[in-house]
């Protein structure tokens, strides 16, 4: 019996080295690729297609579920679902077991018996307190809220509550005291309020200095000493890559994002009848457009294509990441009494870079069966914050009778539509 085994393994030594050394190695590539586990902290976190608030949600992952993560990106994991799937998380939303996040800033606490807690709301659990003078490292912020490094672990803290400072002792890189304006056209505002006055605007690259914080501002002063503030996701501790706004001599040559006014639980404007809302009409709209574009040849980019919400702060972001040649968001309006206005307004921002693009496609609405009311400046996010040539365009008064017995009819549509086309083919000339 030993004779026969030993004759065995002189047979088939090869193949059992072979199968030995796979094994091996296969087990210590295993030991050698074990991720890091964070758990769930949020009720429920969206799994994105990229690192970004504006990619599609491929999925969801709830309180205290642990998940290894693949990659870190910009603040982003990225993550393996069940079914195979990769996708990416936003790491505010973890608690993850080890902290291995660069610091981006330092802050002082403003103000004895600061509460340092769990999670960024006022009802979360307490993990520390700090006294007035303290210093934090700050990680990351949003809307009011910083996360911070503390005793190794990581907590939040109100943005009142502490100043950013020059002292970089415990930060020697990516200080915001050396910041730069990520996008184009990016605007100074006298004060923290979006409605507040616009001192100026700024070119991409340009230099900053971080003098202070409120909510989601940056206090800030550029390279004339003009003092104001910039929203703080339009400002990078690194120098971004540089963008040139330019207008194509074609409109097949042309990216457009299509912005279909409201979505899911936001129904928008509702008509007469109180059965139909703004929200169905803007997106037959946009789906009709963007078949018309496609067919000359435009890139097309909806920031939605279904009955689902997004913010207006995603469909911001989204349309700056794309960097499109026009950014054009349907809408249908209201007025407070029924039947008491009609007819289409394109809106405009910027008399710079969206009025041009304003006129050229209102002029085409002048042979439509509703009044053309022509430009207006418009106040509005959407607006406000993209960085490229963007209008807004009511379609008619929803709540009108004859308005909205036009929109409903599909050779309407199809009129309308022609008329923003050709519009657009006029503009990139």
Known sequence: MIKKIVDFFKKNYTNIFFI?????????TYALAVPKVVRIKAKIVNVRTGPMLSYNVIGQLKSDEQIPILQEKNGWYLVRLNGDKLGWIASWLTDATEIDSAIKTTGVINTNQTNVRLY?????????????????NIVYS?????????DGKVGWVNNRLFDLTDDSSNNNENTLNNAYVLEPNTKIHQNPDLNSPVLKSLKQREKLKVIGTQGNFYKIKDAQSTE????????????????????????????IVIDAGHGGNDPGAQANNGRHYEKKYTLLVA????????????????TRDDDNSVKLEDRVLMTNQVRPNAFISLHLDSSPQANQAEGITTYYYSRKDDLPLAQSISTQFK????????VAFGNYEVLRDSFYPSILIELGYINNDHDFTLIKKPYYREQLTSKIVDGLANYFK
């Open 120 to 136: 960024s709301n006022t009802n979360s659990p307490i993990i520390k307190i700090l006294n007035q003078g303290d210093k934090i």
């Open 228 to 255: 104001g503030y910039v929203i703080s996701k339009f400002v990078t501790t690194e120098i971004p890559k540089p963008i040139t706004i330019y207008r194509p001599k074609s409109l097949a040559q042309t990216t």
């Open 367 to 374: 042979h439509l069966k509703t009044t053309n009311r022509g």
């Open 287 to 302: 789906r009709e457009l963007k078949a018309k574009l496609a067919q000359r040849g435009v890139k097309v980019i909806m």
């Open 20 to 28: 030995f050394i796979i094994f091996f190695g296969f087990a210590a």
């Open 142 to 150: 949003k809307s009011s809220w910083s996360q911070i490094i503390i």
